[in-house]
């Protein structure tokens, strides 16, 4: 089981979600979050004085998968979010110890979203 959190542009959500969708994964977690990475500081006027704009706006997707769909769930993500330019985002994908699903007790793989891994193949 691995968490994969990715942090992309905000205008970019809905392409990510059609994409992790039909990629057969469908819990997610967003949230919104600012961040500084590759991107230039921008300067805006803002009431006649000018301000750095330091951090940018992204939102951060946040999902538990088993295996079989770590790259199912990275390849559907680079395609819905990938725009070419500087600020596109990142993943990182990390090991899950344990997970527990409150409302039955479910465990570990049990406790993720039931789909089939029949899922991952090309349409």
Known sequence: ???ITAVIR????QQVKEALFQAGISGITLGR???HGGEQEVVEHYRGTRVMVEFRD???VRMAVSE???QAAIDAICHG???GEVGDGKIFVQPLEQVVRIRTGER???ALTPVTETRLTPA
């Open 33 to 35: 979050v600012s961040g």
């Open 58 to 60: 992204k939102v951060e």
């Open 10 to 13: 905000p205008e970019r959500v």
């Open 1 to 3: 089981m691995k968490l």
């Open 81 to 83: 979010a990938r725009t």
């Open 108 to 110: 570990d793989n049990a």
């Open 68 to 70: 079989p769909f770590v």
